[in-house]
């Protein structure tokens, strides 16, 4: 289509203002507005989760149970067990997940990433969407609007998609932000608004609610983005379409890739998620049916289902975990649900996001996030939440306790074999324990290898055999190295929350650069004190310490790692080897030609759309 510039566009539209109730989250819930949605078997399938968990995590420390009770339990072995059941049953239930969804994709019975259908011609409602932007680099976020505004075109959703950049930037930003905006509406093939608050309330959310009590009303969708998020335009026309043609679906959420990854960091992060995020999606899908997550972006929401049930109440206390909810997407998604809208993730093509450069800005985002998913903790008990809502927000929280947990684990082991009599660790006792481990671990990243190689065009997409085999050894040690990193760096964090430091919630930085090694050895102060110290169990007993070892080269090398992986020359020269390869993003007509189109909410026989394989229920 030929792609012709609308005339000067307004600098925002007529506004249609749309109510948002904060909600109650703790009174009688409300009543459901939507017609119950349960998706063929998912009490089965989530009941067969849990239970898989339990016997894994219930042999395990059955073993270790009943070798540290020989010569009976002191307080040392029963804070070792504390710890240790609840870890093990947390890679347990990854592992069991990411089963699964590798059984899934292995069979074909799942068809795993593909892209969305984009029938510009079913689009009967208006959709919005939304990128919210704070201080961010003006020119790279104008950029990816012009390019999502063309492909929109390209796509023939012109006529029925609008874009709003809501900027809650500071003066200085903002005047620059409106001259960018004022060349790009000007030629841009969709109308494109621009909107800047001069109070930053609430951040995002806050960004979000601004915008749906004034202009919500004249749209029934808005797709929300990131500042660093880049979508196709097939992809949000289908899943607009999709949102036509479902319309008790209340969210859809996408698995979004990484894109535009540069140094050693970025591209070992994208082989990761390209490599072995499939099959955990996959099973995270399986069990999620219509209670699914909410990332926060690259998502389609319909507005007044969010209008009328996601208006966030401000939680009691102060920072940090009192005050506004600040890691709102998961909290929104159960509030849906609550509702009664079906709220679904699926894995299409065309939906990308950008990654921290390096593993100290991963860090500055991991902290915000942890207090976040912290707040949690005290919205289990919300009235009228989904069960399945409310293992998301424990897993989204427990995420992040899991750190000082296998910190305390590891200081105990080290206890218990300072206190037993014969000096064994405890962990050589049981070598079916161990044995089993290393399979929960590590058994994803096999069962990622062998789905990338099973199909002769994705293993070419990876760079074939060889490419893919020394991308897994390579990412296995640096993956090996960075954990204690980020267990030390996790728990760190955590102390700081519990002290009552709140998160600073600048500008995230997306420029990627080196990290000079003298910048970073003043912030490991804390690793290579823990490293030292657990060199020093070889004087308690040296095979306390060979079992320590990839945890002590870890914390003693973190420096090193940080510096290297933040290497945009090193990455250059990464991609031109061919390690950590991907296949690239481009989606072709000829796919999208060949997919069958999302049908209505009517009996039918099972179909994908967008990758996700529903009957008549499931996507309701």
């Known amino acids: 289509m030929s792609l012709v510039p609308l005339t000067a566009s307004p600098m925002l539209p007529v506004e249609a203002p749309l109510a948002m109730p904060i909600q109650d989250l703790y009174g009688n819930p409300p009543g459901a507005i939507e017609v119950r949605t349960s998706p063929y078997g998912m009490q089965v399938k989530r009941l067969l989760l849990i239970a898989l968990t339990a016997v894994i995590g219930l042999a395990a420390s059955s073993t270790v149970r009943l070798e540290l009770s020989r010569d009976g339990l002191d307080w040392v072995e029963i804070t070792l067990l504390s710890f240790f059941v609840p870890l093990f049953c947390w890679i347990a239930f990854g592992f069991v997940t990411s089963t699964i969804g590798f059984l899934k994709l292995i069979t074909g019975e799942h068809p795993g990433f593909i892209p969305v259908p984009s029938p ?54 903002g005047k620059r932000e409106e001259a960018a905006w004022r060349d790009l509406a000007a030629t841009a093939p969709i109308r494109v608004f621009y909107r800047r608050r001069e109070q930053n309330v609430a951040r995002k959310p806050g960004n979000i609610a601004e915008w749906v009590g004034r202009f919500g009303g004249a ?63 996959a099973g995270l899908l399986w069990w999620s049916g219509s209670e699914a997550n909410f990332w926060g972006h690259n998502a389609i929401v319909r507005t007044r289902a969010f209008a009328e049930s996601c208006g966030l109440p401000a939680l009691p206390g102060k920072p940090p975990f009192g005050g506004h909810i600040l890691s709102h997407d998961m909290v929104e998604s159960a509030l849906l649900r609550r509702r009664g809208w079906a709220v679904h993730m699926v894995m299409i093509g065309g939906s990308y996001e950008e990654f921290p450069p390096s593993i100290v800005d991963l860090s500055i985002r991991d902290r915000r996030w942890m207090q976040g998913n912290l707040q949690h903790l005290q919205l289990l008990g919300a009235s009228g939440l989904h069960w399945a809502s ?16 296998w910190l305390l684990l ?3 082991m080290i206890g218990q074999a300072a206190t037993r009599d014969n000096g064994n660790f405890v962990t050589l006792a049981p070598p079916s324990v161990l044995a089993l481990t290393v399979v929960l671990l590590f058994g994803p990243k096999l069962m990622g290898t062998i789905w990338m190689l099973a199909d002769a065009e994705r293993r070419r997409n990876f760079g074939g055999t060889l490419r893919v085999l020394r991308s897994v050894l390579t990412e296995i040690v640096l993956a090996m190295l960075l954990a204690p990193v980020t267990m030390v760096t996790q728990t760190k964090a955590l102390l700081g929350l519990v002290l009552g430091v709140s998160a600073s919630w600048n500008t995230q930085v997306r420029d990627a650069r080196k990290i000079p090694l003298r910048q970073v050895l003043p912030d490991m102060r804390e ?22 070892l990839p945890i002590i080269i870890g914390l ?17 020269k990464a991609g031109r080897i061919g390690l950590f390869r991907v296949p690239d993003p481009a989606i072709t007509e000829d796919q999208i030609a060949s997919l069958p189109l999302p049908t209505a909410d009517v009996a039918q026989p099972a179909l994908a759309v967008g990758a996700v394989v529903v009957g008549p229920a499931s996507l309701d």
């Open 120 to 173: 510009a011609s079913s689009l009967r409602h208006r959709t919005a969407v939304l990128m919210p932007v704070y201080n961010e680099d003006v020119d790279e976020v104008f950029g990816r609007v012009s390019t999502m505004a063309r492909s929109i075109a390209t796509a023939g959703g012109a006529e029925w998609i609008d874009f709003f950049v809501l900027s809650d930037s500071n003066p200085f930003h």
């Open 219 to 281: 749209y029934e969708n808005m797709l929300v983005l990131d500042a660093d998020s880049m979508m196709s335009g097939d992809t949000i026309v289908g899943m607009a379409a999709i949102m036509e043609e479902r319309p008790s679906i209340g969210l859809l959420q996408t698995v979004p890739m990484i894109t535009n990854a540069r140094t050693v960091f970025q591209r070992w992060m994208q082989f990761a998620s390209e490599a072995y995020g499939p099959i955990a999606s």
């Open 390 to 405: 409310r293992l998301h927000l424990l897993i989204g929280a427990s995420a992040y306790l899991t750190s000082p947990a």
């Open 410 to 412: 590891i200081l105990t």
């Open 527 to 548: 690793h290579f004190l823990l490293g030292a110290a657990l060199c020093t169990t070889a004087f308690l007993d040296l095979t306390v310490t060979i079992w320590l």
């Open 556 to 572: 003693l090398t973190s420096p090193w790692l940080i510096s290297l992986t933040s290497s945009v020359a090193l990455g250059d």
